[in-house]
C-alpha cells in the first residue's frame, strides 16, 4: 500500500460518544474563531471613523496585529507541547473573545493599535492551538476529517461577517456589537470546554530524528511550511484582488466585481466539507497535488478569459482548487512522529500566515509595473510549486500512532 494512503478504517466501527463529542466542541471552536473575526472584518470601517485614523494609518496599524499574530503562533507551540493541547485552545479562546471587544473601545491610533497587537496575539495563538486539538481527534477517529474543521471555520466567517452587518444596519456602535461577540465567543468556549479532548503533554525525545528537537527547524518541517506558504500566499491574492481583478480587466460595476469573490469564498467552503471524503480514498497528496492543479487551471483561465462567467467560473475553481490543501499540511506536521507536534505546527501555521500576508502585497507591488490580470501568474505560479512538493505531506514511518482509547 501506498504511504500516501491513510491507515484503513472501519467505517462501520462506532464512534465513541467522548470522541464525537470532542469532534463537535473543536467544530464550535473553529466556528467561534471564524465568527469572531468576521465581526471585526465588517466593523473595520466604522472602527476607523471612529478613531479618526486615515486608510494609510490603518494599514501600518494591521501590520501590529500580523506581528501579534506570529508571535502568538510561536508562543502557543512548545506551550501546547508542555501542557496540552486543550488547555491552551480554552486559554487562547477565551483571551480572543475578550480581545475582540478591544478594537471596539478604541477611541485613539494607539488605542487601536495595542487592541489589534493582542487581538493578533490571540487569534494566532488560537489558530495553532486548535489545528493542534483537530489533529489529536483526526488521529483518533482514524480518517480524514480535518477539512471539516477548516470548512466550519469558513461558515463562522460568513456567520460573523452577515450578524455584524446586521448591527451595522440597527447602528448599533463597534463597541456594543463586538462586547456582545466577545460574549458569545466566552460562552461557546465555556460550553466547549469540557468535551475537547484531554490530549497528553508531549515532551521532545531523542531519537536521531531532527524534527523531534524543539530547536531544530528540520527539512520536513521546513518542506510542509513552504507548501503552506505558496498555498496561503495564492489565497491571500485571491482574497484580496479576485474582486479587483474582474473590475478593472472587465470594466465590471464594483456590485459584479464581487461575485468574483464570492465565488471563491462560496467553492472553498464547499471544497472543504468534501475534501475529507476525497483524501480518505486517494490519500492527502492527492489532494493537495490535484487540488493545486484545478487551482491553476482556474488561474490559468481568469488570465485568459475576456467574459465575465468563464472570469467568475476561473475564480471558483480556483477556490476549489485551493481549499483542501492547507488542513492536508497541518495534518501533516502534527504527525511527524515527534514529542513536538505543537511546535511543528507553530511554524508551519507560522510560515503559511507569513504567505497569507505576503500574497496581497507582493501583488501590489508587481501592479507597478504590468497589469493587475498579469499579476496573477504569481498565485498561478504558486499553485504549481505545491502540485509539484505534494509528495511532502506523505505519511512516512515516523508518523504518529497513539492510543486511540484515551479520551477525557
Not at 494609510?56 to 508542555?82: K, N, V, Y
Not at 491552551?88 to 477611541?107: F, K, Q, W
Not at 483526526?138 to 456567520?159: C, T
Not at 507553530?346 to 507569513?354: A, E, P
Request: proline letters at 4%; charged letters at 10%; aromatic letters at 6%.
Amino acid at each position: 500500500m501506498s504511504t500516501s494512503q491513510p491507515p484503513a478504517v472501519n467505517k462501520r466501527a462506532r464512534v465513541p460518544e467522548p470522541l464525537r463529542s470532542a469532534r463537535a466542541a473543536i467544530f464550535a471552536i473553529f466556528g467561534i474563531n471564524g465568527f469572531l473575526l468576521g465581526m471585526w472584518v465588517v466593523h473595520i470601517p466604522a472602527i476607523e471613523d471612529r478613531t479618526g485614523i486615515s486608510h494609510s494609518t490603518l494599514g501600518s496599524l494591521l501590520l501590529l496585529l500580523a506581528i501579534g499574530a506570529i508571535f502568538g503562533m510561536q508562543l502557543t507551540g512548545p506551550l501546547a507541547d508542555r501542557f496540552g493541547s486543550r488547555r491552551t485552545v480554552i486559554a487562547a479562546g477565551l483571551t480572543l473573545s475578550v480581545a475582540t471587544i478591544g478594537p471596539g473601545l478604541a477611541t485613539e491610533a494607539w488605542q487601536l493599535g495595542l487592541a489589534l497587537l493582542v487581538f493578533g496575539f490571540a487569534n494566532g495563538a488560537l489558530d495553532v492551538s486548535m489545528n493542534s486539538q483537530a489533529v489529536e481527534v483526526e488521529q483518533r477517529y482514524r480518517r480524514p476529517i480535518m477539512s471539516a474543521f477548516h470548512a466550519l471555520f469558513s461558515v463562522g466567517g460568513v456567520a460573523g461577517s452577515l450578524v455584524g452587518a446586521a448591527t451595522l444596519a440597527a447602528d448599533w456602535t463597534p463597541a456594543a456589537a463586538l462586547l456582545v461577540a466577545g460574549g458569545v465567543g466566552i460562552a461557546v468556549v465555556g460550553a466547549s470546554a469540557r468535551w475537547l479532548m484531554q490530549d497528553r503533554p508531549r515532551t521532545a525525545k531523542t531519537d536521531g530524528s531532527a524534527e523531534k528537537a524543539h530547536g531544530r527547524l528540520s527539512a520536513r518541517v521546513l518542506g510542509l511550511g513552504g507548501i503552506a506558504f505558496v498555498l496561503m500566499l495564492a489565497e491571500g491574492a485571491a482574497n484580496d484582488w479576485s474582486a479587483l481583478q474582474v473590475k478593472e480587466h472587465l470594466a465590471t460595476s464594483d456590485s459584479v466585481a464581487a461575485l468574483a469573490f464570492g465565488a471563491f469564498s462560496v467553492m472553498m467552503t464547499v471544497g472543504r466539507f468534501t475534501a475529507d471524503r476525497v483524501s480518505g480514498a486517494l490519500g492527502p497528496v492527492a489532494v493537495v497535488r490535484y487540488g493545486a492543479l484545478l487551482a491553476g487551471g482556474g488561474m490559468a483561465l481568469v488570465l485568459v478569459s475576456g467574459a465575465l462567467p468563464l472570469t467568475i467560473f476561473g475564480w471558483a475553481l480556483f477556490g476549489l482548487g485551493l481549499s483542501g490543501g492547507v488542513p492536508q499540511i497541518f495534518t501533516a506536521a502534527g504527525n511527524l512522529g515527534s514529542g513536538s507536534a505543537g511546535t511543528n505546527m507553530s511554524r508551519v501555521v507560522g510560515l503559511g500566515y507569513v504567505g497569507f500576508l505576503a500574497g496581497p502585497a507582493a501583488i501590489g507591488w508587481i501592479t507597478q509595473v504590468i497589469p493587475l490580470t498579469t499579476a496573477m501568474v504569481v498565485p498561478l505560479g504558486c499553485v504549481l510549486i505545491a502540485a509539484a512538493c505534494a509528495g511532502a505531506v506523505r505519511r512516512t514511518p515516523h508518523s504518529v500512532h497513539r492510543d486511540h482509547s484515551v479520551l477525557s
